[in-house]
């Protein structure tokens, strides 16, 4: 089983033994049998695995490709259209004169082909429609390459939580066996008085409920184990054999919104995080854009009331081998000019269409809105997680001390036949919650840090560096 330095120095009452279930042990310690053994991996190397492996990534990756054609067809409406054309027809036909004529014969038929091709060319010199496409061709480009940043983000944001998830279930695991080792201790030294008439079957009886609890709780933490693992290899394609632990005594200190300037209160550095969230918050940032496109479709559907300028040209040749009045022809034609259209009347679709683009509008503002709420409350919340995890680390170490005190008084006390064997597994019971609470609070503190840059848009692989140096090999 892997122990992780997490402890903050403390030494546990006893070295971790075999599991009650042997079966279950194996799922939280062993790999599949079909990969080869691996060494310990670190945070960074998750989050490289993730960006390797995870398939969210990968489409969010070709969803960015295929959103850079956007602009690709913006230009292509400023641009000239060449189309080449060609037709060749069979003619079969007959024809009666009816009159004075001058042919002999006043029935006359013909069979002859008509080979014609060409080529036309046509440049828009006025086209608001197309402009404001271009326009929003480029916002939808900026648009795509922030929802690519913030899926990027997302990937870090995840493989951090399924990597202390693993670690915090691990070291659930580490003191689950030091706290049956010792109630062990108890339930033996418990039967040995109850056989030497010191003490009552009560104790022996509470002893072994304890433990009865325990083994309990260690199957489950197992089972607890195995399922963080499969979703860590969900996200990265590899199972974790091992992972880097958290140092002890990792350094717990308020956040700084910008390093260098220490902040002189806690809510000035706040305000200071709710300044950068609202400024760089990726979300918020996005919406900005879907509202800017909503301007541009105001625009567009606007411009549906405009005149159309475009030059055109066209090249015809035109070949006849015969014709009704038994004449071929070659017939060379260019045509250069303007081509002007002023839409009148459409049915009230345009208008409609520019009422439907205003609400839209309307609600990509409220979006905006909506979108900075939840970034400050968010920001908030993983601030105020920081300063949390700091004010309850500090008394859970206090709590540790406390309870470690009361454990070897109780357990003096129980010698000298003043407490009971209750008193010193409840006592134990304390010493344990108290450690897993201090764990607890230390991987809040690490994923708030996390958290908190990511509200604000700024979180990078620097953040992570940052964190991964706090960890170490177990």
């Not at 033996?188 to 008085?193: D, L, S, Y």
């Not at 260098?260 to 709710?274: E, H, M, N, V």
Request: net charge neutral.
């Amino acid at each position: 089983m892997l122990k992780h330095a997490l402890t903050v120095g403390l030494v546990l009452c006893a070295a971790p033994c075999m599991l009650h279930a042997e079966s279950y042990a194996q799922l939280a310690t062993e790999q599949p049998s079909s990969l080869p053994p691996q060494s310990a991996l670190n945070l960074k190397e998750i989050y490289t695995l993730a960006l390797a492996n995870d398939a969210t990534w990968a489409a969010a990756r070709y969803a960015n490709i295929g959103a850079q054609e956007k602009l690709v067809q913006g230009k292509a409406l400023l641009l000239p259209t060449v189309n080449l054309n060609g037709n060749l027809n069979r003619s079969d036909t007959s024809i009666q004169y009816t009159g004075q004529t001058v042919f002999n014969n006043n029935n006359r038929s013909e069979r002859f082909n008509t080979l014609s091709y060409g080529i036309n060319i046509n440049q828009p010199l006025y086209r608001k429609q197309n402009y404001v496409q271009y326009q929003a061709s480029q916002l939808e480009v900026n648009e795509a390459d922030l929802q690519l940043q913030q899926d990027r983000q997302d990937v870090l944001m995840k493989a951090a939580q399924a990597y202390f998830d693993v670690l915090l279930a691990q070291d659930k695991l580490v003191l689950n066996h030091a706290q049956k080792d010792a109630i062990a201790i108890q339930l033996a030294q418990a039967k040995a008085n109850f056989k030497n008439g010191v003490s009552t079957i009560t104790d022996v009886d509470e002893a072994q409920a304890k433990l009865d609890v325990v083994q309990s709780q260690e199957i489950a933490v197992s089972i607890e184990i195995e399922n963080k693992k499969q979703a860590l290899k969900l996200l990265t394609g590899r199972y974790p054999a091992s992972l880097y632990g958290i140092q002890p005594n990792i350094p717990l200190q308020q956040p700084e919104a910008m390093k260098g300037t220490p902040s002189a209160t806690p809510q000035l550095a706040l305000g200071k995080w709710l300044d950068l969230a609202l400024q760089s918050n990726l979300t918020v940032q996005l919406k900005k854009i879907s509202y800017d496109l909503a301007n541009k479709a105001v625009e567009l559907n606007s411009a549906g009331h405009l005149p159309t300028l475009d030059a055109v040209a066209n090249y015809t040749r035109t070949d006849a081998n015969g014709g009704i009045n038994g004449f071929g022809s070659d017939l060379n034609n260019t045509t250069v000019g303007l081509q002007l259209q002023i839409p009148l009347y459409q049915g009230g679709a345009v208008s409609s269409k520019v009422r439907e683009a205003i609400v839209k509008q309307q609600k990509a503002q409220e979006e905006i809105e909506a979108a900075r709420r939840k970034v400050e409350l968010d920001t908030k919340q993983a601030y105020l997680e920081i300063t949390s995890s700091i004010a309850q680390a500090h008394a859970n170490e206090q709590t540790l001390r406390s309870t470690q005190s009361q454990l070897a008084s109780t357990t003096k006390s129980f010698k000298l036949g003043i407490r009971t064997n209750v008193d010193v597994l409840n006592a134990q019971q304390q010493v344990f919650n108290a450690k897993r609470e201090l764990l607890q609070t230390h991987y809040t503190y690490l994923l708030g840090l996390l958290k908190l840059k990511y509200s604000s848009g700024l979180l990078s692989e620097d953040d992570l560096d940052e964190v991964n140096q706090w960890l170490a090999v177990s």
